[in-house]
C-alpha cells in the first residue's frame, strides 16, 4: 500500500502549491494593466480631435518695452562693452476678474470602451490698471510701447476652441488672432492687440465656448479671481492648489465657488516674466502639453475632475491583490479536511482549485469591461463557487463537506467585495479576519503531531 505522508509534508506541499500559484496571479495582474492601458488609448481617440484636459488663464495684458542692456564682446583682443536696447515684456494681471465657467458633459463610447467629453461656456469680467510704481519693478513709464498693447488668453488646447469667442474692451469689440497665449496654458490661446496711449484704467468682458474631455483647470491671476462653475455632472472631483470655498453636489449635477485673492497666489500684479503652468495630471490620459512646454511649473490652478463613477480597472486592481487570501483560505479547508477529517487531497486537486481561483480574476475583468463591474463580480464570483463546490464533493467524496467550501468561498467573495467598497476599513477588517483564521486553525490543529512519521495505508507504522 502506499505511504501515506506526514501532515508537516501535506503541508509543505500545500504551501508550495499555494506559492507557485502566485505566478498566474501576477499574470493576471499584468493583464490588469495591460486592459486599463488599452483602454487609456482608446479614450485618447475618442477626445482627439474634441479637445484634451483644458488649463486656461487670462486674460493678462503683455506691454512690450525697449530695455538697455549692457553686452561685453572681444575685438582685437580686448573686451569692449557697449549699451543696446532690447525689446522685453511687462505682464501685468488684473486688478481683480469674475469668471464663470458652465460645463456640459457627454459620455462617448467606441467599442467596449467610454470616456467623458464636455463643452463648456466662459465668460468673465477683468479691470486693468497702470501702476504708478513701475519704477519699483525695473521699468519706467516712458519705455512702455502703450500703444503696442496685447490682451492674451491662455487655452491649453486651442483644438476645442468655437468659433462664438468675443472680447470687449471698455464696450469696444476688440478683434482676436490665435496664438500667443499665456504661459500657463503652455503658451498657446489667443489674444488682441490695443492702443492704451491713454493709460486709463480698462475693463474687459469676454466669453468663448471650449471642448474638452476629463478635467478643467483654472489658472488665477490678479488681485482677486472669482470663479463659479456648474455643471449636471454628478461626479466631480476637486484637486489642485486651490478647493471650493462653497460646493454643492446632488444627483442633478453640482456647482462650485472659489475665491482666491492675490496673496494666496505669491504673485505680484506686475511681472517681468510669465509663470509656466501648473502640474495638471490624470493617471494614464495623454497631457494636453508635453514636457518641453512646461515652462518653470511654478503658476498655482485649481482642477475640477469630471470623475466617471466607476473606475472597474482599478477595482479588478484591487481585488487581484487579495488573490492569495482567496487561495489561502480554501487551501487550508482543504488541508484541515485532510489532516483532520481524514479525506486525501492530491497535489493535482489543489493545483486544479487554485487555477479556478485564479480564473475568477479573469472573468471579472472580461466581464466587467461589458456589463459593469457589480453585475461582473456576481456572475463571476457564482460561477467560481459553483465549480469549486462541486469539484471539492468529488475531492472531499463528501457533498457536507462541499457545501462548507461553498460557503466558504461565498463568505470570501462577499467580504472581499466590502473590502472593495470600504477602502479606508480594509486593512482593519482583513487583519480581523486573518486572526480568526489563524486562531481556528491553532484550535483544529491542537491534537496534531506535525512531525509524525508517515503511516501505510493499512494503518502501519512504516
Known amino acids: 500500500m502506499a505511504r501515506e505522508r506526514s501532515p508537516g509534508m501535506k503541508l509543505l506541499f500545500a504551501v508550495l502549491i499555494g506559492a507557485a500559484l502566485i505566478v498566474p496571479l501576477i499574470f493576471v495582474y499584468a493583464l490588469v494593466s495591460d486592459r486599463q492601458s488599452q483602454s487609456h488609448v482608446a479614450q485618447n481617440a475618442i477626445t482627439a480631435g474634441w479637445g484634451g484636459q483644458q488649463v486656461i488663464s487670462g486674460p493678462l495684458v503683455v506691454i512690450p518695452y525697449e530695455a538697455e542692456r549692457v553686452e561685453t564682446e572681444a575685438v ?11 525689446r522685453e515684456e511687462l505682464y501685468l494681471a488684473p486688478l481683480v476678474q469674475k469668471v464663470k465657467t458652465e460645463l456640459a458633459p457627454e459620455m462617448r463610447r467606441k467599442s467596449i470602451y467610454s470616456s467623458v467629453i464636455y463643452t ?15 519704477a519699483k519693478h525695473g521699468v519706467r513709464r516712458d519705455q512702455l510701447l502703450l500703444d503696442q498693447a496685447e490682451l492674451r488668453f491662455g487655452v491649453s488646447d486651442p483644438r476645442g476652441l468655437q468659433s462664438d469667442a468675443s472680447v470687449t474692451l471698455d464696450g469696444t469689440v476688440l478683434p482676436l488672432q490665435p496664438g500667443k497665449g499665456v504661459a ?26 471650449l471642448r474638452g474631455s476629463h478635467s478643467f483647470t483654472l489658472v488665477p491671476r490678479g488681485g482677486n479671481t472669482q470663479w463659479q462653475v456648474s455643471s449636471p455632472w454628478p461626479h466631480p472631483g476637486f484637486s489642485g492648489s486651490f478647493l471650493p470655498e462653497d460646493k454643492k453636489i446632488s444627483d442633478q449635477g453640482f456647482t462650485a ?52 463613477p466607476v473606475d472597474l480597472y482599478s477595482r479588478v486592481d484591487r481585488s487581484v491583490k487579495y488573490g492569495f487570501l482567496f487561495i489561502g483560505f480554501t487551501f487550508l479547508a482543504f488541508l ?11 497535489a493535482a486537486e489543489y493545483l486544479m482549485t487554485g487555477a479556478g481561483l485564479v480564473l475568477f480574476f479573469v472573468l471579472l475583468l472580461a466581464f466587467a469591461e461589458v456589463i459593469g463591474f457589480a453585475l461582473a463580480y456576481a456572475l463571476a464570483s457564482l460561477a467560481i463557487i459553483g465549480l469549486l463546490t462541486a469539484y471539492s464533493a468529488a475531492v472531499l467524496a463528501s457533498w457536507l463537506r462541499a457545501r462548507f467550501i ?9 467580504l472581499l467585495y466590502v473590502l472593495l467598497n470600504l477602502e479606508a476599513w480594509s486593512l482593519l477588517i482583513g487583519s480581523v479576519l486573518l486572526f480568526a483564521a489563524l486562531a481556528g486553525v491553532m484550535y483544529a490543529t491542537r491534537r496534531v503531531d506535525w512531525s509524525a512519521v508517515g503511516r501505510n495505508g493499512d494503518g502501519t507504522e512504516g
Open 336 to 346: 484541515m479536511f485532510d489532516i483532520v477529517g481524514g479525506a486525501r487531497v492530491a
Open 76 to 86: 582685437n583682443g580686448r573686451s569692449v562693452s557697449r549699451t543696446v536696447k532690447v
Open 406 to 414: 461553498g460557503a466558504l468561498l461565498l463568505g470570501l467573495y462577499a
Open 257 to 308: 465657488s472659489y475665491a482666491v485673492p492675490n496673496l494666496a497666489l505669491g504673485q505680484a500684479l506686475v511681472m517681468l516674466q510669465d509663470p509656466g503652468p501648473p502640474l495638471v495630471t490624470d493617471p494614464g490620459i495623454e497631457m494636453t502639453y508635453g514636457p518641453d512646454r512646461m515652462g518653470n511649473g511654478s503658476s498655482m490652478a485649481a482642477t475640477i475632475g469630471l470623475v466617471e
Open 184 to 209: 500657463a496654458s503652455g503658451n498657446s490661446g489667443f489674444y488682441g492687440f490695443f492702443d492704451w496711449s491713454s493709460a486709463a484704467p480698462v475693463e474687459v468682458s469676454w466669453q468663448y465656448g
Open 120 to 134: 463648456s461656456r466662459l465668460s468673465g469680467t477683468a479691470s486693468f490698471a497702470l501702476p504708478e510704481d513701475l
